[in-house]
């Protein structure tokens, strides 16, 4: 009876790992349900809050290293004033070694010392003359010694907190750069997955959201008071910014080959003959700002609330700027972003 038993229960296991294994019959592991796809305008909107990132820690890259130009200069200034120190230190130490040398020849005294104890009135008042002359020229020399010495110990501090701080940018260039690298890659794999017609598609939709801002910007009577006439330097920036046109946009470029938006707005500015800070931040916050209605061309528009984007105002309510990673120079709506405010390099 035991054997029966056994023998069915081991004709069902063998069964059932026959049926298991059997060609046809398997079964399936059920699969969580894949999430809903994102529309068109939702990956706009995400790609271009990447690239908005992006150009942020651009224009703090931008900074760091101008910042770090700056210091490098700094520290090669005060290389020279302490080369220049020590070798006046040195030339001093040599004037009053040779007058020690020469005490020490005349038995301790100067050669003028001695003529005071001559029995002549007038040849030891000429002595007592030269002697005190000879003491001021003495004190006189050690003081420069120890101003000198001073000044070249407070060349050395700066150098020392110069190059401390350099090293503080390079890192934080460091910093910026793998975020801007992080922040583009990141859209760039979004845009890898992406059919030819979806891109093309997500042009499209980039053009239209333009346009929309662009034409209630405009459709707002902001350009109706808008007739400023541009300065002699501002129609030089004009002229330089907009032969740039279809150059690639590459963050940190200066030309000139390529740009990011501030290096186009602080070359342009330079060909006019006037340097202007370097990224779309520092323009924003050192520039005189103007009101919309008084812009002219030459003048820079700054975009969205960190002061992440610069475009320079052509006429007609348009810009030239540089836009973003994967995109060239161009022509503009001026109200097409979020306009922060307005800067004149000239005023």
């Known amino acids: 009876m035991n054997r029966r038993r056994c023998a069915a229960a081991a004709i069902t296991v063998v069964s059932a790992v026959t ?4 060609p046809g019959q398997a079964f399936a592991v059920p699969q969580p349900p894949e999430p809903p796809r994102k529309s068109l305008e939702e990956v706009r909107k995400e790609l271009d809050e990447l690239y908005r990132k992006a150009a942020s820690a651009t224009d703090a890259y931008n900074l760091a290293e101008e910042q770090a130009d700056r210091q490098s200069a700094q520290i090669v200034k005060l290389a020279q004033e302490i080369a220049k120190g020590q070798a006046r230190i040195d030339d001093l130490k040599d004037r009053a070694g040779a007058t020690a040398r020469a005490q020490y020849r005349g038995g301790g005294l100067p050669p003028e010392a001695q003529f005071v104890l001559t029995d002549d009135p007038q040849l030891f008042l000429d002595a007592a003359g030269r002697i005190k002359a000879g003491g001021k020229a003495t004190k006189d020399l050690l003081g420069e010694l120890n101003r000198t010495q001073a000044d070249l110990q407070a060349y050395s501090k700066q150098a020392s907190t110069q190059w ?5 940018n390079r890192v934080k260039k460091e910093k910026h750069k793998k975020e801007i690298n992080k922040q583009i890659a990141a859209a760039r794999t979004i845009e890898a997955q992406l059919q030819k017609e979806e891109l093309a598609r ?9 346009y929309r801002a662009q034409t209630a910007w405009l459709d707002s ?15 030089a920036a004009v002229a330089f910014a907009t032969k740039q046109i279809g150059k690639p946009y590459v963050w940190g470029a200066e030309g000139p080959g390529s740009y990011d938006c501030s290096g186009l707005t602080s070359q342009a500015w330079a060909a006019a003959g006037r340097g202007i ?3 779309s931040q520092e323009q924003w916050r050192l520039l005189p700002r103007v009101d919309i209605k008084d812009m002219r061309p030459g003048d820079l528009i700054i975009y969205h609330a960190d002061a992440s984007h610069v475009g320079m105002y052509v006429g007609d309510g348009a810009i030239v700027h540089a836009p973003r990673p994967g995109r060239n120079v161009t022509l503009a709506g001026a109200g097409s972003m979020a306009i922060l405010g307005v800067v004149r390099p000239d005023k």
């Not at 401390?164 to 503080?168: D, W």
């Not at 997500?202 to 333009?210: R, S």
């Not at 009577?221 to 129609?235: M, P």
């Open 164 to 168: 401390a701080l350099l090293e503080a």
């Open 221 to 235: 009577g902001v350009l109706e008071e808008v007739n400023g006439r541009a300065s002699d330097q501002g129609k």
């Open 202 to 210: 997500l042009q499209k939709l980039e053009q239209e959201a333009a």
């Open 19 to 22: 049926l298991l294994a059997a």
């Open 277 to 279: 800070p370097r990224t």
